[in-house]
Structure formats: structure tokens, C-alpha cells
């Protein structure tokens, strides 16, 4: 809307408005990364007016945890690619008329995925796949937990499209692709998007556990401070691992802003 | 409107059946119709008759089981769907809009499928607006979510001609509209028809839309079939059978009142009347004359006054139909009047004569004579607006 646009009005007779959203900064947008700001700050203080011993300190400093940071970012990322690579093409796949009959068995699949104890999932794997990398144990088994969000909000994305707007566009020559690409899918974003910010969220958090087979990430600090009994090494680690999950949270919602189709 | 069309059929269907998986019962039972270039064909019927399935299977969003469809007399059975739908316009009730497209980029859908340039869509983006009474400038950039219910409606009519195709598929295109607007928007479509002369299927299952939005109505029955393919004033004053009368429903008559015009029925011209600067012994000589209770003063050909013969003042003539009015019309002001006759005039409004309520109840009477039911009936027909 332009500067000399006149203000909208109670009784102009087209509707105007829905744009202000994503001109205007809320105090909701900006909040989070404060709070999340002060939350490092405080424990930056807390730490530092400790007296660390050298247990202590092997743990918490710059060098070690910025490395477990990275791996644990790297894994995440790793993991919520093949989630999506996978579940979102399977999302269509099975929303398209002539593969839906299949929908229940995958989601019953999927439904054993999430249901299934990660922490098993990592153990059982190392033993069973003693070949594998302990980093593709923690990967696959992940992968496998956080698959559920986003095929189920793909699939009940693309079905609340309304029928008769799919059926106009049939009926205007759109081609069935065409259909998909500039009909139902930029209308099921928003579920959708919803469904990947919950699987990174959970990946984030679930990546924790790959210091049970050592695959690193910001578990060893917690683990290190849980064998040490050190509980400042402890509540760092576990302080991290919820600051970096809510941050990626936050991330995705200015994503899913910014994606949300103008107008629906 | 039919006098000005060609009787070449558009559309022409074939024995065309349809039958879906599973089911014994045809949908569409070896339909065979013609749809003449330029005029409004009407299907209606109650629900379930399978008017919207050949409505469908036209543009072959349903594939017929058997059969043929012959689109200006190419054979389009089997030739690429999406391509045929692209030269043909279509309409449906929920307006089918794209929610997260602002009505201009609605409007250029299939223009850009076919590919047009930039500016091309742009100007017929703004020449249909103009045509379905939506300001451009003011209208273009807008979401669908910001229209009503009837410019939803216009822009889905826009968006149906945009890239000006011969044929036009409307399926309840105003059946989720309020009354009055519905009535403004078939108005207008007929305002818009006259102009591009386009050959229009439209479904509805109102009787009363079919009879003012078609040159020729098709009744459909239970398993697809057409009970009657006729003009509206044949099927309203012959039925087929009794179904057809039966979904025509009560007030088949007066119905039929409005589907003849003033300027086709019999004026009686024997009224007395004067001009109005006859002075008063003119006058009471004509009183003495006539055996009317009123005279009626012409200033200058055109209808004023009518002069009681019992003496007294003059009452304004107040309502005179024209040729363009309906019977309807006619009964309607002489109700509301409360007279038993009105003015006619012509065009210009010049006095042309006048139509009493003997003349009217016997036009309705000879009709029955000739053999129209007009019994009271469950009246399938009379929910109208109701959406589907």
C-alpha cells in the first residue's frame, strides 16, 4: 500500500488490508532473539563467575563448544535435507488421486517412525549396523522421527485445497503440473511450513542424543557435565541445545511469513 | 435474440454416454444434442439428472464412455484435453478463484497459458473489468478475498472470456449469489451477450433463470436423459410430458406472461381518447359518447391524463409499459395500481393503445384450453438460490 493510498475504511466496498503484516515488524518478530540474547548473556555471567576447575574447563570453552555447535548444526541440517527431500515428494505423491489408496499403509509407517523411542532407534542401530558411521546412525535414525510432521502436513496441506478451484483450473487447460505447481502447492505452504518447523525442532532437540554412539554434537557437553557431576558444564549444554532449537523455530517462522501466499 | 443466429450448431454431442466405474446406470445416456452458434443453451434439472456431467464431458473434464463431441464441426473426442479446455470459457458456482492471485493475474490464467505477451494481457485484463462493470484501476490489484460474493462472480465471468473463446460453459455461475444480485448479474450477462454473441452452455436446476437466461432450454430427467430441448415458450405452454410439467411446477402461466413481450401482443386501440387541449364542452360531448368511465387525454401523442366521466379532476397516467415490457410486466402494474387496464406506448412513449385484464386472463386461458396443466405441483424448482 502506498504512502498516499487513503486510509482503509470501514465501508470502501472492496476489503482491503492483509499487507500490513509483512511491512511492520511486530514486537513478536523481534522478541524471541532478545529473550534468547539475555538468556546466553546470563549464562555467559553465570560461567564466568564461577571458579572453574580444569574438568570444568576442558568443557566450556570457545574452542570446544563452538566445534560441538557445528557438528550438531551439521547433523541437524543433514537430517531435516533428507526429511524433506523425502517426505515432501512423498506428501504428493500420495495426495495425487491414482497413489492416495496407499496413503494409510505410509502413514502407518511413518506413524511407527515418530512413535518409536529415538534414544532405542540410535542404540539398536549401532548394534545392529556395527559397519555403519555412528554419524549415518544418528541420521537415519532421526530422519526416521521427524519424517511424520512434515508428510502428514503435505498431505493434509494439498487436500484442503478447495476442490472446485482445482476443477477450474482443470477446466481452464491447466496442465496437471502446472496444477500442482501454481495452484495447490502455494496454497498448502502455510500447513505445510508448519509441519517442517515442528521436524526441525525436533531434529535440533533429537540430535542431542547422538553423544550416546559419539557422533558429538552439543550432547557430549551435557553428557560430559552428567559423567563429571559438573552441573555449571551440565546447564550450559542443555541451555544451548534449547536456545539453538528455539532459534531455529524462530528462523522458520519469519520463513513461513514470508512464504505465506498474499491474499489466502 | 434467436432471429439474429445462424443455425449452425457449435456444439454438437453425439450419442454421448457416460458411465462411471462400477455403476450399471448410465450418468449420461446416449445424449444426442446440438447447441446452435451464438445462443444461450440452458440446462436444467433437478439434481442428480446429470446436466453438470454433459456440461463436463463437453470440455472433457469428464471423458465420455461412448460417443462423440463435435466442437464447430471438429471432431474434439479425443484430441488434447488441456489444449481443448483453453479454447473454451468456463464458469462455475464457487467461482473457482485463485485466492493467493490478485483478480488481474486470475483474469490473464489462460491468456498466459496461450502464451500471450505482457501487454496484450494487460490491456484485455482492463477491457474485461471494464465489460463486467468493475473499475480496472481499482479492481485489478486486489486479492478475491477482498470482493463480494457478485464481483467474485464478475471477475470468474472475466476470467471465462478472457481469452475470447467461442464457446462458454457456465455451471450455476450465480446459484451462491443473493436474489438481487442474481438478478443484476443475468441481466448483465445478457447485456454482455448481446455484444459478443458467444455460444453459452449455462447449468442451473431454477426453472425460472432457464427461462430468462436461455434462447433453448433442455430439461434433463433421472439418468441423463433430455426430456424436452425447446424454446422457453414452447416448454412452458407444451410441456413434453409430466415431468416436464410437473418441474415447471405451479405458475406455469404467469410464468409465460413474462415471456411475452408488449410489443407482440394484441393492443386494443378503440379506447376514447382526446387531446388535452379539448376545452370542456369537447369533453362532456365525448363522455356522452363513449360507454368508458374514463377518457383518456393525449398532449401531443403522449398519455397524460385520464378523465373521469363521472366529472371530477383528472389522475395522471402513471405507469405505461413499452414495447419492451412483458405481460408480466403489464399484470404487474395494473395490480399495483390497482386498475384493470394499462397505457401502451411506443418506443418513444407515444400512446400506442392499451391492455386490460380481460385480454390478459385470456391469453392464460386459451393456453389451458390448449391443454397446459396448471395443477399445483411439489415444485422442485422453487429453491432457488440454494446452493448445491
Redesign the interface.
Known amino acids: 500500500m502506498s504512502a498516499t493510498a487513503p486510509p482503509p475504511s470501514a465501508d470502501a466496498?472492496?476489503?482491503?488490508?492483509?499487507t500490513a503484516r509483512r511491512t511492520a515488524p511486530s514486537p513478536r518478530v523481534w522478541g524471541l532473539p532478545l529473550l534468547l540474547a539475555a538468556v546466553l548473556g546470563g549464562l555467559y555471567l553465570y560461567v564466568g563467575s564461577q571458579d572453574l576447575d580444569r574438568i570444568e574447563r576442558r568443557s566450556l570453552n570457545a574452542e570446544y563448544l563452538l566445534s560441538r555447535t557445528v557438528q550438531h548444526l551439521t547433523l541437524s541440517v543433514v537430517v531435516v535435507v533428507l526429511i524433506l527431500a523425502v517426505a515432501i515428494p512423498l506428501g504428493i505423491l500420495l495426495t495425487r488421486p491414482r497413489a492416495r489408496r496407499f496413503a494409510g499403509p505410509v502413514l502407518a509407517v511413518a506413524n511407527i517412525g515418530q512413535a518409536t523411542p529415538t534414544l532405542g532407534l540410535i542404540v539398536l542401530f549401532a548394534v545392529v549396523f556395527v559397519a555403519w558411521d555412528v554419524r549415518t546412525i544418528v541420521i537415519v535414525a532421526v530422519w526416521l522421527y521427524g519424517i511424520l510432521p512434515v508428510l502428514r502436513n503435505t498431505m493434509v496441506g494439498l487436500d484442503q485445497v478447495?476442490r472446485?478451484?482445482i476443477?477450474?483450473?482443470?477446466?481452464?487447460?491447466?496442465?496437471p503440473l502446472?496444477v500442482m505447481l501454481s495452484?495447490e502447492l502455494?496454497?498448502a505452504v502455510p500447513v505445510m511450513l508448519s509441519g517442517i518447523r515442528t521436524a526441525l525442532v525436533i531434529t535440533v532437540g533429537t540430535v542431542a542424543l547422538a553423544t550416546f554412539v559419539g557422533a558429538g554434537g552439543l550432547g557430549d557437553v551435557i553428557s560430559n557435565g552428567i559423567a563429571s557431576s559438573r552441573d555449571t558444564v551440565l546447564l550450559t549444554g542443555s541451555v544451548l541445545v534449547a536456545v539453538l532449537a528455539l532459534a531455529v523455530d524462530w528462523l522458520a517462522g519469519l520463513v513461513e511469513d514470508l512464504l505465506r501466499?498474499?491474499?489466502? | 435474440m434467436s432471429d439474429q443466429t445462424t443455425d449452425r450448431p457449435m456444439i454438437r454431442l453425439v450419442e454421448l454416454t457416460k458411465t462411471y466405474p462400477g455403476r450399471t446406470a448410465p450418468a449420461v445416456d446416449a445424449l444426442s444434442l446440438d447447441v446452435p452458434e451464438g445462443e444461450i443453451v440452458v440446462f436444467v434439472g433437478p439434481s442428480g439428472c446429470g446436466k453438470t456431467t454433459t456440461m463436463?464431458l463437453i470440455?472433457r473434464?469428464i471423458e465420455p464412455t461412448s460417443g462423440r463431441i463435435l466442437l464447430d464441426g471438429e471432431d474434439v473426442t479425443h484430441v488434447d484435453p488441456?489444449?481443448?479446455?483453453?479454447?473454451i470459457g468456463?464458469a462455475?458456482?464457487?467461482?473457482?478463484?485463485?485466492?493467493?492471485?490478485?483478480v488481474a493475474e486470475n483474469i490473464a490464467?489462460?491468456p498466459k497459458?496461450l502464451g500471450w505477451d505482457r501487454t496484450r494481457v494487460a490491456e484485455r485484463v482492463d477491457a474485461l473489468l471494464h465489460m463486467v462493470g468493475l473499475a480496472p484501476e481499482?479492481?485489478r490489484d486486489?486479492?478475491?478475498?477482498?470482493?463480494?460474493g457478485g464481483?467474485q462472480q464478475r471477475v470468474g465471468v472475466a476470467?471465462a472470456l478472457a481469452a475470447d473463446p467461442p464457446v462458454l460453459?457456465m455451471d450455476e455461475p450465480f446459484g451462491a449469489i443473493d436474489p438481487l444480485t442474481r438478478e443484476t448479474l443475468q441481466n448483465e450477462l445478457l447485456r454482455i451477450q448481446r455484444e459478443i454473441r458467444k455460444t453459452i452452455v449455462f447449468v442451473t436446476h431454477d426453472i425460472d433463470e432457464a427461462v430468462k437466461m436461455g434462447d433453448r432450454i433442455a430439461i434433463f430427467a433421472e439418468g441423463g436423459r433430455v426430456v424436452q430441448y425447446d424454446t422457453p415458450e414452447r416448454i412452458l405452454s407444451e410441456p413434453a410430458d409430466d415431468f416436464v410439467s410437473d418441474f415447471i411446477g405451479a405458475g406455469a402461466s404467469v410464468r409465460r406472461l413474462s415471456l411475452t413481450r408488449i410489443g407482440d401482443a394484441t393492443v386494443a386501440e378503440d379506447w376514447p381518447t382526446l387531446p388535452f387541449s379539448a376545452d370542456a364542452s369537447e369533453r362532456a360531448a365525448a363522455v356522452a359518447a363513449g360507454d368508458h368511465d374514463f377518457l383518456l387525454l393525449l398532449d401531443d401523442g403522449l398519455p397524460v391524463e385520464w378523465l373521469p366521466s363521472s366529472g371530477g379532476g383528472g389522475l395522471p397516467v402513471l405507469a405505461p409499459v413499452g414495447p419492451d415490457h412483458t405481460l408480466y410486466d403489464a399484470l404487474d402494474t395494473m395490480l399495483s395500481n390497482n386498475s384493470d387496464v394499462v397505457v401502451v406506448t411506443d418506443a418513444q412513449g407515444r400512446y400506442r393503445g392499451t391492455l386490460d385484464l380481460p385480454t390478459i386472463q385470456d391469453l392464460i386461458h386459451v393456453d389451458d384450453a390448449a391443454g397446459v396443466p396448471t395443477r399445483v405441483s411439489r415444485s422442485t424448482s422453487r429453491r432457488s438460490g440454494e446452493p448445491r
Open positions: 466496498p472492496p476489503r482491503r488490508g492483509a478447495d472446485s478451484m476443477e477450474a483450473a482443470r477446466g481452464m487447460g491447466m496442465t502446472r495452484v502455494p496454497l501466499p498474499r491474499g489466502a | 463436463k470440455n473434464l488441456d489444449r481443448l479446455r483453453r479454447g468456463y462455475i458456482q464457487q467461482t473457482g478463484l485463485f485466492p493467493h492471485r490478485t490464467t489462460v497459458l481499482e479492481y486486489l486479492h478475491p478475498r477482498q470482493l463480494s464481483q476470467r460453459l
